[in-house]
């Protein structure tokens, strides 16, 4: 969902029926440092000056993320 429309009613209605952790997904996708963040370090692992997995464990370290396995 485009973030434009995040306050529409249907937009409303569909974030408050998620559970936290779908929540904390559509909140850190409307936050402009986290939406930086991935798009830097999206462009370090692309130009090969770090590790795929280091740039994610850095990232998901800084926003206190846990990815499921």
């Not at 939406?35 to 000056?49: E, G, H, L």
């Amino acid at each position: 969902m485009p973030t434009e429309y995040w306050r529409s009613p249907e937009t409303i209605d569909r974030l408050n029926r998620l559970e936290r952790p779908g929540f904390a997904v559509e909140f850190l996708r409307r936050n402009p440092d986290y939406r930086r963040d991935f798009v830097r370090t999206q462009r370090q692992i692309a130009r090969a000056s770090v590790d795929a997995e280091t740039a994610q464990v850095g990232l998901a370290r800084r926003w206190g993320l846990r990815f499921r396995p």
